[in-house]
């Protein structure tokens, strides 16, 4: 198996753009959960998937910050307008038993200027 | 909700030593603790985990303790290789919540 993919690997843009982070989780895995990583606060835990359902959104930091799981082998996370302290690594993970072994993606470092 | 503290933030020992890391857990209803390597930049990777009702697990030079009464657990890394040099996480999972707590992160640098 490929594992999660996630792209872009890196992410540039400017202040006031719209971001679009990519997932595709492990065939077969039905739990999707999207995390940001930052130097001040650590992994963090901004929404998950069960079966392309939204269950628990709390941790999305901002009305700018969405996500979407259209089918069970995609997902994205939005982020519109983008600030610069949304500057940090995403990662995107999947599992077959909810937070039990999950499998990390590689991650999206983003940078907005 | 949990407040999970990690310690220490950096250890460095010699190829062939032993490591410990250790976390504290503050909700006596946690219930799952994780722990996950993640090297330079790659993400997070599951190496070992421990549920609420077993003491202590080992996998080969990796093993994880847990002390409920107390709300602690640990990794211990047993005949270190430069291998094992990364960032080290460990998590903890409230019992009916389907999210983790994550510590802040040891790195852990093994000396040749």
């Known amino acids: 198996d490929a594992g999660v993919i996630q792209s872009p690997r890196h992410e540039v843009t400017e202040m006031g753009q719209e971001v679009t982070l990519r997932c595709k989780p492990i065939?077969?895995?039905?739990?999707l959960f999207w995390y940001r990583q930052t130097m001040m606060r650590g992994l963090e835990l901004l929404i998950y998937?069960?079966?392309?359902?939204?269950?628990?959104d709390s941790g999305m930091p901002e009305d700018r910050f969405s996500a979407k799981m259209p089918n069970a082998s995609f997902s994205t996370l939005k982020i519109q307008p983008s600030e610069p302290r949304d500057s940090a690594v995403y990662f995107c993970?999947?599992?077959?038993?909810?937070?039990?072994?999950?499998?990390f993606g590689p991650g999206t470092r983003l940078t907005v200027t | 909700g949990e407040n999970v503290e990690q310690h220490p933030s950096t250890l460095s020992v010699q190829e062939g030593d032993s490591a410990v890391i250790k976390c504290t857990y503050s909700d006596s209803a946690s219930n799952y603790f994780p722990w996950y390597k993640q090297e330079l930049g790659k993400g997070p990777q599951l190496i070992i985990d421990i549920r609420s009702n077993v003491g202590e697990k080992k996998d080969q030079r990796i093993a994880v303790t847990l002390n409920k009464t107390a709300k602690h657990f640990s990794l211990h890394i047993t005949e270190t290789q430069p291998e094992d040099s990364a960032v080290y996480f460990c998590a903890a999972k409230v019992t009916g919540a389907n999210n983790l707590f994550f510590g802040t992160g040891t790195r852990l640098t093994v000396i040749p």
């Open positions: 998937f069960n079966n392309n359902v939204p269950i628990d």
């Open positions: 993970a999947s599992s077959l038993m909810a937070v039990y072994e999950q499998y």
């Open positions: 065939s077969g895995h039905d739990y």
